[in-house]
């Protein structure tokens, strides 16, 4: 078995945990401990994000479809990830979380399929608490990495994600 390095990145409370904690136990958590992000908005942290999209093979990119603002968030998160990487072509998911939510919806679907389209990657609207796209979110980063196959690490045996 391969391993796959999956890095989830996206502002504070879009869903980043519950999208992960949701694919990995198959339970929606109502409240998890904020992620380090949320607490840490450092120098520190911006070279601490390098570090993780320098290891990561794959990138799931998320926003909250309730919030506009987490929408405009990630645009500079992808710059990171094409500037670490030295690539356009990183296996990479535009995801707008908390389609439950459709009512309360800030961003609309064409907008993120826009933006999809811009970068070149899938997009997809998931809800981490109907379990909305999940699996099949994992499933398509690890496809879209498969297809990059990376020649290196082929040989170990545990999926990792990091959650940030
Ligand atoms: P993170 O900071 O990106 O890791 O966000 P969390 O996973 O901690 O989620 C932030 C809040 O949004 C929590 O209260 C979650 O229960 C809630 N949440 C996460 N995903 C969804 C979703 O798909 N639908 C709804 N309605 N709430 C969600
Ligand atoms: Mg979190």
């Keep these: 078995m391969r391993e796959y390095k999956v890095v989830v990145l996206g502002s504070g409370g879009v869903g980043k945990s519950a999208l992960t904690v ?10 998890y ?3 380090i992000e949320d607490f840490y908005r450092t120098e520190q942290f911006a070279s601490m994000r390098d570090l ?15 919030n506009q603002q987490s ?3 990630i645009k500079p998160m992808r710059d990171q ?6 690539y356009e072509k990183v296996p990479l998911i535009l995801v707008g979380n908390k389609v439950d939510l459709e009512s309360e ?24 608490k109907s379990k909305t ?15 990059a196959s990376l020649p290196e690490k082929q040989d170990q045996c545990c999926t990792t994600c990091i959650i940030q």
């Excluded at 320098?54 to 479809?65: A, E, P």
């Design 81 to 86: 990830i094409v500037r670490v990487k030295r």
């Design 52 to 66: 993780y999209i320098k290891n990561g093979q794959g990138f799931i990119l998320v926003y909250s479809l309730v």
């Design 105 to 128: 919806r800030e961003v609309l679907t064409a907008e993120g399929r826009a933006l999809a389209q811009e970068w070149g990657c899938p997009f997809m609207e998931t809800s981490a």
């Design 22 to 31: 949701q694919f990995v136990t198959g339970t929606f958590i109502e409240k």
């Design 71 to 73: 929408f405009q968030d």
């Design 33 to 35: 401990d904020p992620t």
């Design 133 to 147: 796209m999940v699996d099949e979110l994992f499933a398509e980063i690890v496809r879209q990495m498969n297809y």
